[in-house]
């Protein structure tokens, strides 16, 4: 398998964790880990395989990070390349917006000509609308860790395991 570029935003610290669950769930240095703080995103075309990862903020809105990364999107060709996603959110208190985030961020990815895997059943989550969800199921990996934190580690087990054939 290539190197897969795990790229994330963090305020604070849960995307950051769950990004290292997953890279850890890889195993074998298969994944390098990017704050996109301290990333371009042309840095984004070093990799055949990357996962793309995003807490929503508020009303479903970016992080600030991912607010100042995104735009350069717009320069990249993402065709060749396959991309799955994870998102961060409160189905409970932002029931409305729950993982708008991811959703915003894989609609930049599908103009740019990636390939998206890794959707993830909406199964066991309770919330009212999410531009993250398309055919019936979220575009990637969706975690709650204010209401189902324990929930967590099996769902980066089981979503690694899903997507890992897909990354060549």
């Given at each position: 398998?290539?190197?897969?570029?795990?790229?994330?935003?963090?305020?604070?610290?849960?995307?950051?964790?769950?990004?290292?669950?997953?890279?850890?769930?890889?195993?074998?240095?298969?994944?390098?880990?990017h704050n996109i703080a301290d990333?371009?995103?042309?840095?984004?075309?070093?990799?055949?395989?990357?996962?793309?990862?995003?807490?929503?903020?508020?009303?479903?809105?970016?992080?600030?990070?991912?607010?100042?990364?995104?735009?350069?999107?717009?320069?990249?060709?993402?065709?060749?390349?396959?991309?799955?996603?994870?998102?961060?959110?409160?189905?409970?208190n932002y029931a409305d917006v729950?993982?708008?985030?991811?959703?915003?961020?894989?609609?930049?990815?599908?103009?740019?000509?990636?390939?998206?895997?890794?959707?993830?059943?909406?199964?066991?989550?309770?919330?009212?609308?999410?531009?993250?969800?398309?055919?019936?199921?979220?575009?990637?990996?969706?975690?709650?860790?204010?209401?189902?934190?324990?929930?967590?580690?099996?769902?980066?087990?089981?979503?690694v395991s899903n997507i890992s054939?897909?990354?060549?």
């Amino acid at each position: 398998m290539k190197t897969i570029g795990l790229f994330y935003g963090s305020e604070t610290g849960n995307t950051e964790h769950v990004a290292s669950m997953i890279a850890a769930e890889f195993g074998n240095g298969n994944v390098e880990l990017h704050n996109i703080a301290d990333a371009d995103p042309q840095s984004l075309l070093s990799y055949d395989n990357i996962i793309l990862g995003a807490p929503t903020w508020g009303f479903g809105e970016l992080q600030s990070d991912w607010e100042n990364f995104l735009p350069g999107f717009d320069e990249l060709d993402l065709s060749g390349r396959t991309i799955a996603f994870f998102g961060l959110g409160d189905q409970v208190n932002y029931a409305d917006v729950f993982l708008d985030a991811m959703g915003t961020i894989y609609e930049k990815v599908k103009e740019r000509g990636g390939q998206t895997i890794g959707s993830w059943s909406v199964e066991g989550y309770d919330f009212a609308a999410s531009t993250a969800v398309v055919d019936g199921n979220f575009v990637g990996l969706a975690i709650d860790v204010d209401n189902q934190d324990d929930m967590t580690p099996d769902r980066v087990t089981h979503w690694v395991s899903n997507i890992s054939n897909s990354f060549q």
